[in-house]
């Protein structure tokens, strides 16, 4: 079977083109509407089965010739499959036109391991480090994101690890938010600090600098919301601080790029997708990160603390995004990587 995309103003038009492509044999496998710089669009991929294209003549076929375009046959098998996936995981074009020009440049004819290079290509993974780390990490998100859960996923991992862990919430608000990191830190075996103003997170920072790793919960922000924002603000500039954005997967890619831009802009520089076991479409996620510029750091696919966190790499990435990766691809991942 091949897989095609089309895309057009309106569905009739889109159905056309593959009329005239592949004929009325063509089956429509999946449908998107978008929009472009104002303009509404409608993203169609349709599938033949090869048997049905050599019925229709010598446009489908090239006879003794077929040797000749074995390579050709390949790359936009791959290109197809490609294209399949980003639609149903709903990436932005922007992003999915990326990743197809980096897989025809890679020249690679197994699918999978050509979205694993194009990935490596196109973004940047940095998972946090399992060792004393120079700077503290301040988690941000919006509200529901994860966040505090974050939080105390990174002081368990890095507890279990042995090292000397200081945790801070400037969350003081929102009602039980407190109430929860501190049942997680109480086990640990971890005093929870809190700091209500700027102010105050600047002298915790001080009483803490000879941790190993200082973690920093706060409340939840709306991005959208200038005085929450400017508030987030304040505290970021206290000090040298890491700025995580937890970000839950499965929501509106747009939405997601337009969050992650808003938190970029007051100094996130990593990104952790969190809820990515309910999730099914991880197009928000590589929204984001595209959009913010972030680095991918881990994600958070359990709501388990111990253990709650895996690195996010541009394999697990492609697990993620092409589940039934086969082993044969995973091998050639190592060779090449």
């Given amino acids: 079977m091949r897989l095609k995309s089309y895309k057009a103003q309106t569905m009739k038009e889109a159905m056309n083109m593959v009329r005239d492509e592949l004929g009325e044999d063509a089956i429509i496998v999946a449908t998107r509407e978008e929009k472009i710089e104002g303009l509404d669009y409608v993203h169609l991929t349709a599938a033949i089965d090869n048997d049905a294209q050599f019925e229709q003549g010598p446009d489908f076929m090239h006879s003794d010739d077929d040797w000749m375009y074995d390579d050709d046959d390949n790359e936009a098998m791959v290109v197809e499959e490609l294209t399949e996936t980003m639609l149903r995981h709903s990436v932005p074009d922007e992003v999915l036109d990326q990743i197809l020009s980096c897989a025809s440049v890679s020249e690679i004819d197994e699918p999978r391991l050509a979205l694993l290079t194009s990935l ?33 996923k990174i002081a368990a991992r890095a507890s279990m690890a042995g090292l000397d862990v200081a945790v801070i919430t400037t969350d003081t608000e929102r009602a039980g938010g407190r109430q929860q990191l501190e049942a997680f830190t109480n086990l640990m075996g971890i005093e929870l600090r809190t700091a209500n103003s700027p102010a105050m997170l600047k002298e915790l920072l001080l009483e803490t600098k000879q941790a190993d790793q200082v973690i920093i919960d706060t409340a939840s922000t709306n991005p959208f919301d200038r005085d929450a924002v400017k508030l987030l603000a304040k505290y970021v500039g206290v000090s040298e601080l890491e700025i995580l954005l937890a970000l839950p997967a499965g929501g509106d890619a747009e939405e997601s790029g337009e969050i992650a831009r808003q938190f970029a802009n007051i100094g996130a520089t990593r990104v952790i997708p969190t809820r990515i076991d309910v999730a099914r479409r991880m197009g928000s996620i590589l929204s984001a990160a595209h959009q913010g510029g972030l680095v991918f750091a881990d994600m958070s696919a359990t709501a388990k603390v111990a253990d709650g966190l895996t690195a996010l790499t541009p394999k697990t990435l492609t697990q993620l995004l092409m589940p039934n990766i086969t082993r044969a691809g995973i091998d050639i991942a190592k060779k090449v990587g």
């Fill in 120 to 152: 490596e290509s196109i973004f940047k993974f940095a998972p946090l480090p399992m060792a004393k780390a120079p700077t503290p990490f301040m988690l941000v998100g919006a509200p529901g994101a994860g966040k505090t859960l974050t939080t105390a």
